[in-house]
């Protein structure tokens, strides 16, 4: 009786410790192979585009700090749990809501896919298993990404795809719908790696569809049939973890 209960028990602990969806569970491998914990307490700076970012963020807590110079003079904005600041020459300044606006989500962008795929298991973040598909030789499963309107920030409502790699469970592919200036949709393609202190930190091609009511599903296809055009290239130089 006593090992029937244990065994009972013990299937029961076991339900319960894998009640994760299958795209929850690959989500989690992809953060463990660009660097798991290792996220929670580094910190990284990189340059982008001319300016210079220092992003932390961990369960409880994040900053991110973007500097530039610019016709006002040295300028440093600070995003984190407070919300946002802008110093201009070591003096904060004031802002409008609509700047104020602009700025944090210019912010929060650059921090969100240099991170990647750390913050995907968010409370606010939504997670759903598409299926499986080849890419240039490689399989990869597919996950689709949507966001709480509580928590999901000021673009909650946009989505997005990411190809794991089914190998390495690396983030080779991702693709994303937005709705400012107009909206639209983009796919980005890892180009390069910076392995440094345990953590894995990409460069992307962006792309963008010619065919402006493209959905987010098409994506996919409309890269391996040479349907969209070289957009950008996301790349972060002098990139340092700490």
Wanted: charged share 30%.
């Amino acid at each position: 009786m006593k090992t029937y209960i244990l065994y009972i028990l013990g299937a029961l602990l076991l339900f319960s410790c894998d009640s994760r969806t299958e795209a929850e569970k690959l989500i989690d491998q992809s953060i463990m192979a660009h660097g798991g914990k290792k996220f929670e307490s580094a910190k990284i700076s990189f340059d982008f585009r001319d300016r210079s970012y220092q992003i932390f963020k961990s369960p409880t807590g994040f900053e991110y700090i973007r500097a530039f110079s610019d016709s006002t003079g040295q300028v440093k904005d600070v995003l984190n749990n407070e919300g946002f600041t802008r110093f201009v020459n070591g003096n904060a300044v004031e802002l409008d809501e609509k700047r104020e606006r602009a700025f944090t989500n210019s912010v929060n962008s650059v921090a969100y896919f240099a991170y990647l795929p750390y913050g995907l298991n968010d409370p606010a973040v939504f997670k759903t298993y598409i299926g499986s598909t080849e890419i240039d030789g490689s399989k990869y499963d597919v996950i689709k990404v949507t966001f709480a309107e509580e928590g999901g920030g000021e673009d909650f409502d946009d989505e997005f795809l990411y190809w794991i790699n089914q190998e390495n469970h690396l983030i080779d592919y991702l693709a994303y719908s937005y709705h400012t200036d107009g909206g639209g949709v983009r796919f980005r393609k890892a180009i390069n790696r910076h392995e440094i202190g345990g953590l894995i930190l990409q460069d992307y091609e962006n792309y963008k569809p010619s065919d402006k009511s493209a959905k987010l599903e098409e994506m996919e296809a409309f890269y391996k049939s040479g349907k969209l055009e070289l957009l950008s290239e996301i790349l972060l130089e002098n990139v340092l973890v700490e």
